[in-house]
């Protein structure tokens, strides 16, 4: 990252799909179906529900996960490596929400 060069913090600057993904992936939609669902275990459809539950969260909370990083000297190239898509698609996705997110007000 060009902006922050802590050296605790250590992630890949792209996405990565491996067993600890798969591991959290399959924790939380298990956790989804004991939490909506539980009878319903083992059962596709309620895996697809859980699945689809969880990309429309993050599709919803990606653009305020964009906006904070801009907020913090992220440049748009590493949103983009860290998303995984061009610097183009990203910019032209996210700009615009970027420009204009006022993040939540923390009371003390």
């Given at each position: 990252?060009?902006?922050?060069?802590?050296?605790?913090?250590?992630?890949?600057?792209?996405?990565?799909?491996?067993?600890?993904?798969?591991t959290v992936l399959?924790?939380?939609v298990n956790d989804l179906i004991t939490l909506r669902s539980p009878?319903?275990?083992g059962d596709a459809?309620?895996?697809l529900h859980a699945l689809a539950?969880?990309?429309a969260q993050?599709?919803?909370t990606l653009p305020d996960a964009v906006a904070d990083a801009r907020s913090q000297d992220y440049t748009w190239a590493d949103i983009a490596d860290l998303l995984?898509?061009?610097k183009r698609t990203i910019k032209r996705g996210y700009a615009a929400h970027a420009r204009t997110r006022?993040?939540?007000?923390?009371?003390?």
């Open positions: 990252m060009t902006a922050m060069a802590d050296p605790r913090r250590r992630y890949p600057n792209q996405p990565v799909t491996n067993e600890e993904t798969d399959d924790v939380a009878m319903w275990h459809g309620a895996v539950s969880l990309s993050i599709t919803r995984g898509q061009p006022r993040p939540p007000i923390e009371l003390d």
